[in-house]
């Protein structure tokens, strides 16, 4: 069941649009399995994973806590909110109850898309141990198919997914928006090395297969045109290669000298290399609009005074989760009018103030501080899942500070799988001395 909702999150859990086809197919797969999880499967381990567990279930009671109606004199009163009165008083009605949250639609669709990553949770803590060993390679396989398909783009061949709200002419493979993809990439640049030496084994045939990944991966999202894919690409590759560096120096440790050196010069010099011929090609288009960026033209960074001036006027309370489209249109100026909208910040730290006030912010704060106090145990530890958990989570931070990832199911996923990573559960760690007995 969590195979076939990966399945189905991968090839429609690509957009974060509430109004995307694949929303629908999504969610309705979340429920099914969750539903089917609780006849037929075994119960979920969620003592394992307490943190994983009061962090979103903190999402998931502050988007409930916005939907519960509130008396007109409480819900005017909230920093921002006076202006649905109008409506009331226009039409010589008396005032209704309304909710926290100024946008409920919108509200209700956040609420909504927490079922894909209780979902993940429920049915991840429920499988056996044999089986969740067996995640990263899946992963790795999916971020390869991915990688396929915007290659196959990149080359010319036109497809759209009928699932999400893509852009004719994008490398984006099976999401939206590019930059998510690149991220999605960027996972592997972490996965692939973790993969090589995962449980303690030997390489063997996956060395070369991931040193042949990793340069395919970057050259992809050099294609993909994302700038911040570009920044986490580079971020994941370095992380991946640290973490896996004590099991490849054992490894190398058993032959010449000259052949560890030859080995790392020889990557290092093939990832220049391609790197070189991509922009002489004019294929590195994520560098060219790194180098070509205008932040007269750049949306993020003409409406980030207004986003900011936002965060003053609804705050300490928010203006309820999801509605940021709506609710910039309330407040946008003329001179930032165009055809196109702006559709989220571009920034998800300032976009959850926003949405969720002081609330939120403390929330975000718990699981920063969660990732970080963890991640900081993980490489003190030989374990490498735990450490591939904290890097994931750390590419999807970073990104986050340029785009909305985590708001794409299949990021969601994977965020919640990289959280038990991080968290270490015990039964993912082979124990010296027999158990029996």
């Known amino acids: 069941m969590l195979l076939l909702l990966i399945a ?50 903190a999402a998931v009671l502050l988007a409930v806590m916005q939907l519960v109606p509130l008396p007109p004199a409480l819900w005017q009163a909230l920093p921002g909110h006076a202006l649905a009165s109008e409506a009331a008083t226009i039409s010589g009605q008396s005032q209704p109850w309304r909710p926290w949250a100024i946008v409920p639609g919108a509200a209700w669709n956040a609420l909504s ?33 991915s990688a396929f398909l915007g290659l196959l783009q990149f080359s010319g061949k036109v497809f759209t997914n009928p699932f999400v709200n893509d852009t004719m002419g994008q490398v984006s493979a099976t999401f939206a928006n590019r930059n998510h993809f690149a991220l999605f990439v960027a996972f592997g640049c972490a996965i692939a090395p973790a993969w090589t030496f995962l449980g303690g084994r030997r390489p063997g ?34 992380a991946g290669l640290a973490m896996a560096w004590r099991p ?7 032959r010449p000298p000259w052949v560890g050196w030859a080995l790392v010069g020889g990557f290092v010099a093939a990832i220049i290399l391609l790197t070189a011929l991509s922009i002489a090609a004019d294929r590195a288009v994520s560098i060219s609009r790194a180098l070509t960026l205008d932040n007269g033209h750049d949306m993020r960074q003409r409406g980030l005074p207004t986003v900011i001036e936002m965060l003053g006027s609804y705050f300490p309370v928010g203006s309820g989760a999801g509605g940021f489209d709506p609710m910039f249109r309330m407040n946008e100026p003329f001179d930032l009018l165009k055809i196109t909208y702006f559709n989220h910040a571009h920034n998800d730290y300032l976009e959850i103030m926003l949405d969720a006030g002081i609330a939120g912010l403390l929330v975000l704060i718990c699981a920063i501080g969660w990732w970080l106090w963890k991640s900081i145990h993980a490489w003190r530890q030989v374990e490498m899942l735990p450490r591939l958990g904290s890097i994931l989570l750390m590419l999807v931070l970073i990104a986050s500070m340029f785009d909305y990832p985590a708001r794409t199911p299949l990021v969601m996923a994977t965020m919640v799988i990289a959280g038990i990573w991080l968290n270490g559960t015990r039964d993912l760690v082979r124990p010296a001395l027999p158990v029996q007995g």
């Open 113 to 145: 898309s927490l079922a894909i990553p209780v979902a993940i949770l429920l049915l991840t803590t429920g499988s056996r141990p044999e089986e969740r060993r067996l995640l990263p390679s899946i992963m790795l396989f999916l971020i390869c198919v």
């Open 205 to 238: 045939w996956r060395g070369p297969v991931t040193l042949g990944l990793l340069p395919i991966f970057l050259l992809i999202i050099l294609a993909s045109g994302s700038r911040a894919g570009m920044l986490a690409g580079l971020v994941g590759l370095a």
């Open 8 to 57: 189905a999150l991968w090839l429609a859990g690509g957009a974060s649009r509430a109004d995307a086809s694949g929303q629908i197919v999504v969610r309705v797969a979340a429920w099914a399995a969750m539903c089917a999880a609780a006849l037929f499967g075994a119960p979920p381990r969620l003592s394992e994973e307490r943190p994983i567990v009061l962090l979103l279930g």
């Open 248 to 254: 490849l120096r054992q490894e190398l440790g058993r």
